[in-house]
Structure formats: C-alpha cells, structure tokens
C-alpha cells in the first residue's frame, strides 16, 4: 500500500521506489490462487473449442441444452481443459521465463495431481477431510464452504491441488452417487474428457421412472363396449383376474417384485375400462381380454404421460392409520413386508455395485457402501409399517 517516494515497508529506509517497488514477491500461498486464474485464462483463451465441446456433451447427456451457455463457464470444464485435455504444458512452455520459480514448480507438481473420488471424513469450519478412493490417502482441503456436499460420507468427484502442506479445490467438488464410485474410477483412470462428461451429466440426467417390470412408466388406459348379457365376470374370473369389489385386478410376479399389481378393471354398464401404467402392460391387458372376452370391442388407448399429471392436484390416498387399524390388514400388510425384506437381502442392489445386500456385508470394501445406504434409509414411525433398515442391519450383522 506504500506510494512510490514513500519509505519502504521492508524497513530499508529507502524508498519504495528505489527498493521493492516491482520485485514484491507474495508467499506463494497467497500467489496460487492468481497462478491458477493465470492457467484458467489461458486454457480459455486457448482451448475455446474444447471448452464447447465439453460443456455440450455434458448438456446434452444431461438432458439440458439450455444450459450450454452457464456450463462454458463452470470452473471444472476449465480444469478438464487443463489437465485432462494437457492444456497445463502449453501454460508452462509458453510461460517458463516469466514466471517466478517457485510458481514453476508448483504449476508442476500440480500437472501430477488426476482428478478422483473422495469421501468426506470429517469437517471444520473452513475445511474439509477427504480419503482418496483410490489410494486411502487422508488430505485437509481449505477455504471450503459448509455444504451438503461436505458432509462426513459424502462422495466427491475432484482434483484439489496441494499448496504447501494443505489444498486448495480451485476447481471444485462434484457430488457422486455411491453406485457410481466404480465407474467413476475407470473413466477418471482412462482421463478421457468426453467420457468424464457423459458420466457427470448422467447424475444430473431426470431420472427414468419405471415398473417392476422395467418399462417406461407411461398411464394407460383401454376402453372396450361389452355386449348385451355377456358373462363378463365369469370371463375375467377365467382370465386370471380378481374380483375386489369395486374393480377387477390383474396380479402377477414380475421382474423385481412378487404379486405386483399390473392392471386392473372397472365395469360400467356396457363399458369397460382398464388402467396400467405402461404401455407393454396394457398390450398384455388387450392380448387376455381378446382371448377371454372375445365379444369385446376395443375402442380406444389412451397413453398419459407422466408429466400431464398436475401434482398440485394429486390423487386421493387411501388414509394409511385407518388402513392399520384393521388388524386383518395391518397382518396382510407386515407379512408382505417381512418377505420383501428377506427378498431383498439377497436381490442384486446397484448402489452395491450389484452385489446382493449379504453378498456385501461379507466383503470389507462393499460393507462400507451398505453401511451408507442402510443409513440413507429412513426408520419407520412408531405405529407405521414400513421396510425397516434397523431389521435389516439385525439381518445383515451390523
């Protein structure tokens, strides 16, 4: 802050501008951030058309092209430009005899440090812990804000750089499922840029909702007119349908659940209705009414999707406390849980990179990943019936 013809702030007694005026020399902890903005702003002045192309595969996997224009800018394509796409080198060859030596060097250690997975270990005000997946090594990471991310279990795609005995995440943190961590480390291992893209924007993809059976979940309905007199009852009773009183209703084993509702039936004069929600299974529906009911006719096929649902208007939900009051239902209802629980014990579980729950609890490495995902389980309330996580912990020995 010292003006030219001012003493010195070294303590000399000359002047400022005879002594250090144009050599000051910051520590280089101050000093790293401004390095790191130098090489940012040469991986953008250098490398604009790979910045596009990343930014575009990581918004058009997400789903998102929209947000081309916000994404260009996110510190992270930046630092994949850096150093997956080796744009640190061409900073340094072009900058080797203007930079002082120590930021040389540290531009070179930082060329060394590949991007990983992480999980939190702890926090502190200003500072995170991380355990690399990859090596177990612990590092301290500095000047980092109190997030969700950084909350201890947390897993974290990254490349903080060290500064001195500490690091510093110029770049930034991306948060990763746990079902992802194996995948992740293949692609961070091949550091390919593109590759990277499509896995980080399929965390940020809308999800896919589906049925037990794996189709695309789509509400359907079929329409059909009956004729005069016809056993209808009787035909749908033959078809594999049961009788509940207000509908008619289609149950069967499916691929990820047993005796799961697929469709059902509503009588209504001369005209049926059915509802799935999918379009497979109402073309299951048309094939068993077709051979069941042949005097039938079909009408229409009215496919919904999902998003014409107004969720500010949602369906009324039968009152679950009144439903488990019945103690016949309350029974029908804990017997149904006890076998999905038991079921579920030894169903292959992505997140547990499919392995089956007891498959992972007998190996040290998956145990920690069932650990977390039991944990991120909510318990059941007192009086409610529900998949309970501390059973399946008792289950599982833990």
Same mark, same amino acid.
């Given at each position: 802050? &010292?003006?030219?013809?001012?003493?010195?702030?070294?303590?000399?007694?000359?002047?400022?501008?005879?002594?250090?005026?144009?050599?000051?020399?910051?520590?280089?902890?101050?000093?790293?951030?401004?390095?790191?903005?130098?090489?940012?702003?040469?991986?953008?002045?250098?490398?604009?058309?790979?910045?596009?192309?990343?930014?575009?595969?990581?918004?058009?996997?997400?789903?998102?092209?929209?947000?081309?224009?916000?994404?260009?800018?996110?510190?992270?394509?930046?630092?994949? *430009?850096?150093?997956?796409?080796?744009?640190?080198?061409?900073?340094?060859?072009?900058?080797?005899?203007?930079?002082?030596? #120590?930021? *040389?060097?540290?531009?070179?250690?930082?060329?060394?440090?590949?991007?990983?997975?992480?999980?939190?270990?702890?926090?502190?005000?200003?500072?995170?812990?991380?355990?690399?997946?990859?090596?177990?090594?612990?590092?301290?990471?500095?000047?980092?804000?109190?997030?969700?991310?950084?909350?201890?279990?947390?897993?974290?795609?990254?490349?903080?750089?060290?500064?001195?005995?500490?690091?510093?995440?110029?770049?930034?943190?991306?948060?990763?499922?746990?079902?992802?961590?194996?995948?992740?480390?293949?692609?961070?291992?091949?550091? #390919?840029?593109?590759?990277?893209?499509?896995?980080?924007?399929?965390?940020?993809?809308?999800?896919?909702?589906?049925?037990?059976?794996?189709?695309?979940?789509?509400?359907?309905?079929?329409?059909?007119?009956?004729?005069?007199?016809?056993?209808?009852?009787?035909?749908?009773?033959?078809?594999?349908?049961?009788?509940?009183? #207000?509908?008619?209703?289609?149950?069967?084993?499916?691929?990820?659940?047993?005796?799961?509702?697929?469709?059902?039936?509503?009588?209504?004069?001369?005209?049926?209705?059915?509802?799935?929600?999918?379009?497979?299974?109402?073309?299951?529906?048309?094939?068993?009414?077709?051979?069941?009911?042949?005097? &039938?006719?079909?009408?229409?096929?009215?496919?919904?999707?999902?998003?014409?649902?107004?969720?500010?208007?949602?369906?009324?939900?039968?009152?679950?406390?009144?439903?488990? &009051?019945?103690?016949?239902?309350?029974?029908?209802?804990?017997?149904?849980?006890?076998?999905?629980?038991?079921?579920?014990?030894?169903?292959?579980?992505?997140?547990?990179?499919?392995?089956?729950?007891?498959?992972?609890?007998? #190996?040290?490495?998956?145990?920690?990943?069932?650990?977390?995902?039991? &944990?991120?389980?909510?318990?059941?309330?007192?009086?409610?019936?529900?998949?309970?996580?501390?059973?399946?912990?008792?289950?599982?020995?833990?």
């Amino acid at each position: 802050m &010292a003006r030219r013809n001012e003493r010195c702030p070294c303590g000399s007694g000359r002047k400022y501008k005879v002594c250090h005026l144009g050599r000051e020399l910051h520590p280089i902890e101050d000093r790293s951030l401004w390095l790191y903005h130098k090489m940012v702003r040469f991986a953008r002045e250098q490398a604009d058309d790979e910045i596009d192309s990343l930014a575009g595969v990581l918004t058009d996997v997400m789903g998102e092209p929209s947000l081309w224009a916000e994404m260009i800018k996110a510190p992270l394509i930046s630092d994949v *430009v850096l150093h997956e796409e080796e744009f640190e080198q061409g900073f340094l060859d072009g900058r080797l005899s203007t930079l002082p030596d #120590d930021e *040389v060097l540290l531009a070179q250690q930082w060329m060394l440090v590949d991007r990983t997975v992480f999980e939190v270990e702890s926090t502190s005000p200003g500072s995170i812990e991380l355990r690399d997946l990859g090596t177990g090594e612990m590092i301290e990471v500095v000047n980092v804000d109190d997030n969700p991310m950084s909350r201890p279990g947390s897993l974290l795609i990254g490349r903080p750089l060290p500064v001195g005995d500490i690091y510093r995440a110029f770049s930034g943190f991306m948060a990763l499922r746990p079902d992802l961590v194996q995948a992740a480390l293949s692609v961070l291992d091949d550091k #390919d840029p593109d590759a990277l893209m499509e896995l980080l924007g399929s965390m940020h993809r809308a999800p896919e909702i589906r049925n037990t059976d794996g189709h695309e979940m789509e509400p359907t309905e079929v329409t059909w007119s009956l004729p005069d007199g016809a056993d209808v009852a009787g035909a749908l009773g033959r078809a594999g349908l049961t009788d509940d009183g #207000d509908s008619w209703t289609l149950v069967r084993d499916t691929a990820n659940q047993s005796n799961a509702l697929v469709a059902s039936i509503q009588l209504d004069g001369d005209t049926m209705l059915g509802s799935t929600n999918s379009v497979e299974r109402a073309g299951e529906l048309l094939e068993l009414i077709a051979e069941h009911v042949p005097d &039938a006719v079909h009408l229409s096929t009215k496919v919904s999707a999902l998003d014409e649902f107004d969720e500010n208007d949602p369906p009324e939900l039968p009152n679950q406390a009144e439903m488990l &009051a019945n103690p016949e239902i309350r029974a029908a209802i804990e017997a149904h849980m006890a076998t999905y629980e038991t079921e579920w014990l030894d169903s292959t579980i992505p997140a547990l990179g499919g392995r089956t729950p007891r498959e992972a609890a007998a #190996d040290p490495i998956a145990r920690e990943d069932l650990i977390r995902l039991l &944990a991120s389980f909510p318990e059941v309330d007192d009086g409610a019936v529900g998949m309970s996580p501390a059973r399946l912990r008792a289950a599982l020995g833990l």
